[in-house]
């Protein structure tokens, strides 16, 4: 079948699907004159041009509208060329619409090319087809939230998209040239995982995925990557290298390290719910019998200041060891009021647990009455975390100091802290935790509320204590901050809104909080 000598034609059908109008263009190319297309019946004539697209065109096609890539050679297969046909069908006739086009880009994969340089329309459509589909690529590639990449055997770079500029921003362009420096950023106790998979799945040209952690400095903020590549193999089974794209996966990391967590604790809570049974009764038994004795004995009797101390002892092991299970008891997280003077107070027991003995820790909670209203178990865990962080910064003698103030509305807060000067939002609690460390690295300021950023050494943090603060004081419309000095020590404040009588909320949970803090103030000056 000849190339079409139009750029567009049209034919006008009857409801009957014969010739109403056609024309000069598709009548030229048909090879008759256009009067004398007039009342031929079209699919007849049509399929006369060449057989082979009676496989194509239906019956009834002029009752409904339709649209099809007809092939000018009879192996549609082997035609990169070929004519566009799309029929509009109306209440009372149909218009046909032909064009040149180019084969579908399944069958254009396929097709002979060599027809291409014969047809400068067909070679001008494919050099618009091939910009177009350049253009979609970039915008893909720009938007899609990963990195493509091709990498070589020797683990250097080809070809990176622009994602990497956020990860690696002053050392991407080395990644072309070093590949020794980008296992370097590969966490340490991943790399040898990372060759192993690579050694495993870099024989056939299957596409494969990982995961993997990343380093990314200067920060040392850690990541985690899924890596999907392909290898590209030689017809003689030689590796060139592969083709492939990282996508960062951080945020379900941290999902799946919650959930991980919530399982670990429910698996404790049962171990020591079991243990704590046994535990209780051993040391009722201690302080019953102790009890009995101390009560028998003369106020002057030597053993008696011995057997008195012995009977506290055992009265709180046990308050101690319940406080510790309901940390790690998974349990819906519901809020009360609560004075955050006793919270602290009670949990310097755990506190003193923590810290060495040869360090000292001072705490100042003041005197009025804070309640806020707060998930308890959350408060408890957030304090001994940063408690945890503090006693990693210091040495054995060093010093830890916990104090809390009451604040009104837009005093200033968190003096000294990192940032623009903060004020208090409304009336509210200021919990200061200071230690004399060696402060916080300056690279790490920036980031340092962000999950997996740590400045512990490899395997002492997972870098979650200040996100879950974070997370935590947020969540309860707080404000977290941090003051630190190199050397000097580090003090983190969290400030927390207390409950009022005047604050004026509309929804029915404050409400009742108001009322529950009404009680407990009320129970609390009796």
């Not at 300021?445 to 395997?459: A, H, M, R, V, W």
């Amino acid at each position: 079948m000849k190339s079409p000598n139009f750029e567009n034609c049209q034919v006008g059908l009857t409801p009957e699907g014969k010739i109403e109008k056609v024309s000069d263009a598709f009548a030229s190319w048909a090879g008759k004159g256009a009067k004398d297309l007039i009342g031929e019946n079209f699919r007849p004539f049509f399929l006369s041009l060449e057989k082979s697209w009676s496989l194509l065109l239906p019956k009834e096609f002029h009752r409904k509208d339709f649209e099809c890539f007809f092939p000018l050679s009879s192996e549609s297969h082997r035609s990169s060329v070929g004519i566009h046909f799309q029929n509009v069908s109306y209440s009372h006739n149909s218009v046909i619409s032909l064009s040149p086009a180019l084969a579908p880009h399944d069958s254009l994969k396929k097709a002979f090319m060599g027809d291409l340089m014969n047809d400068p329309r067909a070679l001008a459509n494919t050099l618009i087809r091939l910009q177009k589909a350049e253009s979609r690529l970039s915008d893909y590639i720009s938007n899609f939230p990963g990195i493509f990449f091709t990498q070589r055997p020797d683990m250097t770079f080809s070809y990176l998209s622009r994602g990497i500029q956020k990860l690696f921003p002053a050392e991407h362009t080395e990644l072309a040239r070093n590949g020794g420096l980008f296992l370097s950023k590969i966490f340490e106790k991943d790399r040898e995982h990372f060759l192993k998979e690579l050694n495993t799945n870099g024989k056939n040209p299957e596409t494969f995925s990982f995961t993997y952690r990343v380093t990314i400095p200067p920060t040392g903020q850690i990541i985690y990557l899924l890596d999907v590549r392909t290898p590209i193999i030689t017809a003689t089974n030689k590796l060139l290298g592969y083709d492939g794209v990282f996508v960062d996966i951080t945020r379900q990391a941290i999902a799946e390290h919650r959930l991980s967590h919530s399982v670990w604790r429910e698996g404790l809570a049962t171990l020591t719910n079991g243990l704590v049974h046994d535990f209780s009764n051993l040391m009722a038994g201690i302080y019953s019998i102790s009890e009995l004795y101390h009560g028998m004995m003369a106020k002057d009797d030597p053993m008696a200041k011995g057997l008195g101390q012995i009977k506290k002892s055992a009265m709180q092991a046990q308050k101690l060891v319940r406080r510790i299970i309901d940390l790690h008891r998974e349990k819906a997280a519901s809020r009360t009021v609560h004075d955050l003077r006793l919270l602290l107070k009670d949990q310097m027991d755990l506190v003193d647990i923590i810290i060495p003995r040869s360090a000292k820790i001072t705490t100042d909670f003041g005197t009025q009455t804070m309640p806020a209203f707060i998930e308890e178990t959350g408060f408890r865990q957030m304090i001994l975390n940063l408690v945890i962080n503090a006693r990693d910064a210091i040495d054995r003698t060093g010093k830890i100091k916990i104090s809390l103030r009451k604040v009104k509305k837009g005093q200033l807060i968190m003096k000294g802290a990192v940032g623009n000067k903060t004020t208090a939002p409304a009336e509210g609690a200021e919990l200061a935790l200071s230690d004399n460390g060696k402060g916080i690295p300056s690279e790490l300021e920036e980031n340092l509320f962000d999950p997996f950023i740590t400045s512990k050494s490899s395997g002492s943090g997972s870098g979650f204590g200040l996100y879950n603060a974070k997370i935590f004081i947020e969540d309860h419309n707080g404000i977290i901050g941090f003051s630190t000095r190199k050397g000097k020590g580090t003090t983190f404040f969290l400030f927390l809104p207390l409950e009022t009588d005047e604050e004026d909320k509309p929804s029915q949970n404050v409400k009742r909080a108001k009322r529950a803090t009404r009680a407990f103030i009320k129970t609390t000056n009796q």
